[in-house]
């Protein structure tokens, strides 16, 4: 599967290989599925994100969904979760980013949204996530935090299926940075990404970057893994 947004709405695309006949392979779509109203973040992408002690900003990659579309199979229907960084409350000028995020199914093989939410519990920006989601349904959700008070950092929030469509539940902080990139150099955490352990398929790694001191081109890597109680 392929996905991309557009005006309020997810285009998706379905690639079938038929190893057989190569000739027959087919890529089909795109069907569109509406979403929520959404403002991508940064007017559209671009640089907006704060940091403390400098005037530069971190880019949002706004203009794209974040990797990865993440796939799944229970039998009885088929799920995709996929984000994007979005404008979740404030003007222009000081506007908060947030998270939107989005459970795709296809129970009687016609995708559309099955859940969706914009997390964003506060007024620090948060974005360049991944998400991901687990054998029995929990979803796991990485992302950068940032403001004019709060260093880049690494945070994660999740959701069991019995909790309330569309909602997250509490934050947890992976890893506090103690530096602001500076001098120019926009570039933050594009190769983000949230995976579950094949071994035991309940396990998140979540791995993105982070400072231990202002500069630039000195960034950190940090991965993370956990997992949720009702996965065994």
């Known amino acids: 599967f392929f996905l991309n947004f557009g005006s309020n ?100 093989s016609t995708w559309s949204v099955y859940q969706q939410g914009t997390f964003s519990p506060d007024s620090t920006n948060r974005w ?16 950068s935090v940032s403001s004019g008070a709060v260093f880049p950092s690494i945070r994660v929030t999740g959701r069991v299926p019995t909790d309330q469509p569309g909602t997250m539940e509490g934050e947890n902080i992976i890893m506090s940075g103690a530096g602001s990139q500076l001098r120019n150099l926009a570039r933050w955490g594009d190769y983000s990404a949230m995976t579950v352990d094949p071994s035991d398929d309940c396990t998140f790694f979540y791995t993105t970057e982070y400072l231990k001191s202002s500069g630039t081109f000195n960034w950190s890597t940090w991965i993370a893994s956990f997992k949720l109680p009702s996965c065994r």
């Open 128 to 143: 360049m996530g991944s998400v991901a989601m687990d054998k029995v349904g929990n979803i796991a959700l990485g992302y």
């Open 9 to 108: 709405s997810l285009n998706l695309w379905k690639f079938h290989v038929d190893w057989a006949t190569p000739a027959s392979t087919t890529l089909t779509g795109p069907t569109n599925i509406p979403v929520d109203t959404f403002t991508a973040a940064c007017s559209g992408g671009g640089a907006c994100i704060p940091q403390p002690g400098t005037s530069q900003k971190l880019d949002s990659l706004a203009d794209r969904l974040m990797y990865r579309l993440a796939y799944r199979n229970f039998g009885t229907h088929e799920s995709l979760v996929v984000n994007h960084s979005v404008t979740a409350s404030g003007s222009k000028r000081s506007q908060v980013t947030g998270v939107r995020w989005y459970e795709l199914r296809n129970p009687l």
